[in-house]
Nanobody, 115 residues
Framework: QVQLVESGGGLVQPGGSLRLSCVAS????????KGWYRQAPGKERELVAR??????NYAESVVGRFTFSSDNAKAMHFLQMNSLTPEDTGVYYC??????????WGQGTQVTVSS
């Protein structure tokens, strides 16, 4: 089993920045896929960033503004979010997947972009 815990959400003004963190515990040695998803009010959950193998993908709407990174030694991954807009508001979920395709989700952290 794997547990994921996010932190770093909050309220920020348009144009501001936030950094989300996710720490994994449990069977962390078999997590080749990591990423972030988000769910805006009234919308379906969507991919924000996903790292699998040597491939890193971003949602088109965040390219150039958001950056995924990871620290495998600490079993953590991060999402640096810059130039935030109100359209980025939502609950952000940490995600990981083991080599057999089993997904794991964090509990979510709220990001609100508003003046």
């Amino acid at each position: 089993q794997v547990q994921l815990v996010e932190s770093g959400g909050g309220l920020v003004q348009p144009g501001g920045s936030l950094r989300l963190s996710c720490v994994a515990s449990g069977m962390i040695l078999d997590l080749p896929t990591k990423g972030w998803y988000r769910q805006a009010p009234g919308k379906e959950r969507e991919l924000v960033a996903r790292f699998q193998g040597f491939t890193l993908n971003y949602a088109e709407s965040v390219v150039g503004r958001f950056t995924f990174s990871s620290d495998n030694a600490k079993a953590m991954h991060f999402l640096q979010m810059n130039s935030l807009t109100p359209e980025d508001t939502g609950v952000y979920y940490c995600y990981a997947e083991n080599s057999r395709g089993k997904p794991y989700w964090g509990q979510g952290t709220q990001v609100t972009v508003s003046s």
